[in-house]
């Protein structure tokens, strides 16, 4: 190991065994100020960090023990960094119609302010970029999407032309197309498809979330110091803005230059909706990178552990493939590639809902702040500090809603269409109280219409292009539980082999 290393080791060593001591510090310092009066699941000895750690391994168990032995009722457990108070569905609209005066939506696991920066943290303006720009102009954009989704799986599944079973490893082929298929709405050609642009998109999010995991662990006057010491965040800013900051200057400078004229020139992406909605303090080219930045985070790795998880299903479970296969050739020969075609697949959207309930990136939704002294509609206190989140693990496999909860039922959704229920109900982007995978309320995610276009059009990709089956057959790779957080086995290979046309 070179000293560099070695130095870097110890750095994490030293910062984790301060974060550490922080985090006994805090809780004891404020763990009875943020623990509400609802009931505790487990034994909260050693101020909770027993069952904190059994959280880390065993979130989903808690889950479910927590909704049988409280009945649908609050309850709480200790994390690692806090005390959550869990509700079920009864207390969502509760959390729906909450505010960010009451219930506050904080990223803290991310340490926002500290790994993508103070501006984008505090008035993150460029969400309702995607709410408006970005969403209505999905169908007109859908082409180049399309185009930069089957380019990249061309590129990246190379070695499986020969029509013979190929040993793909998945998580980083779907990792490469999401980045490339992101970009290409965000900045366009050719950035998108520049290796070491997209390199820095790529490892952004694994170096964020590990800094913010460990800044998010310190008290709040500590934080900026760890943030300097430990977090690698600003240098990947920078390399970034290397990329992107001339690309905002010049488009500055042509908006100057070429006054009227500029409209009919200028680019039709992202990047440009956003400069087009920045008032005049808002144009800082270094501002506009963070916000760059923190749309990549906010879109690559959500999709690409979705679609993994999608991908692993289907590998495991074949016998689907002709039927959607069918289905996708059908949809493009009425409406050719197109939005249209995709809105039609009802079963490619079908899976892709199925394989998120089952396998869906968090197990609990919409984790809020109180920000004041709160009393939810079901007489729960919530104290000023505390975190309150929905269930969402027991929700998706309620037997009330989805009956055999534990089964992989890929039609379950685009059967009940079929019933007559309808589509708006069964969609993968409708956001609902029986369907928390987007989160909910006035911050549901804006980017889940975008997440699912590309989502479905993957999918119909493979199908119409690939045969796929997992190594061992019938046999999906074991999730990678970490807290809440539901994870794709990165390791694991897919076989895939071309359709000879
Ligand atoms: C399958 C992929 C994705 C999943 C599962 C996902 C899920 C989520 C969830 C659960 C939230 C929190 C909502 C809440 O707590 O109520 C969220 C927020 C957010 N998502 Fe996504 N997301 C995905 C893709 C995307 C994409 C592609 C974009 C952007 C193009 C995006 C942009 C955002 C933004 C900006 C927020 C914060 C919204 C706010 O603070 O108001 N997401 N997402």
Known sequence: MGLEMLAMELDVAVALLLACGSLLALRMWSGSSTKSNVPVLASDAFLGYRTASKTLKSFTQMMVDGQAKFKGKPFQLPLPRSWVVYVSRELFEDMRKARDDSLSFQEESVAIEYTLGNETANDPWHHSVVRKQMTQNLGAKFPEIYDEISQAFEDELKAADSGEWTPIHAYDVILHVVCRASNRLFVGLPLCRDEEFTKISRDFTVTVSRAGFLISCFPKFLKPLVARYISAAPSATKAFGRFIIPVIEQRQRAEAELGDAWKDQKPFDFLQWMLDAANEDQRDPRELNGRMLAMNFAATHTTSRTFTHALYWLA??????????????????????????????????????????????????????????????????????????????????????????????????????????????????????????????????????????????????????????????????????????????????????????
């Not at 899976?351 to 968090?362: A, N, Q, V, Y």
């Not at 002294?373 to 729960?380: A, E, F, I, V, W």
């Not at 039609?411 to 409708?430: D, L, Y």
């Not at 975008?450 to 119909?460: P, T």
């Open 316 to 501: 495991a479970h074949p016998k689907y493939i002709p039927e959607l296969r069918q289905e996708v050739e059908g949809a493009i020969q009425t409406h050719g590639w197109s939005k249209d075609a995709l809105n039609n697949m009802f079963k490619i959207d079908s899976f892709i809902k199925e394989s998120m309930r089952l396998s869906g990136l968090i197990a609990s939704s919409m984790q809020r702040k109180s920000v004041k002294k709160l009393t939810l509609s079901d007489g729960t206190q919530v104290p000023a500090g505390a975190h309150v989140a929905i269930n969402a693990w027991s929700l998706h496999h309620d037997p009330q809603i989805y009956p055999n909860p534990f089964e992989f039922d890929p039609f379950r959704f685009s059967r009940k269409v079929k019933e007559g229920e309808s589509v708006v109900k069964n969609t993968v982007t409708t956001a609902s109280s029986e369907w928390l995978a987007w989160g909910g309320g006035i911050h549901v995610c804006p980017g889940r219409y975008f997440a699912s276009q590309e989502l479905k059009a993957m999918l119909a990709h493979i199908v119409i292009n690939y045969d796929v089956k997992m190594p061992n057959e019938g046999i999906r790779p074991t999730d990678i539980w970490f807290g809440h957080h539901c994870i794709p086995n990165p390791n694991a290979s897919v076989l895939f082999r071309k359709l000879v046309t």
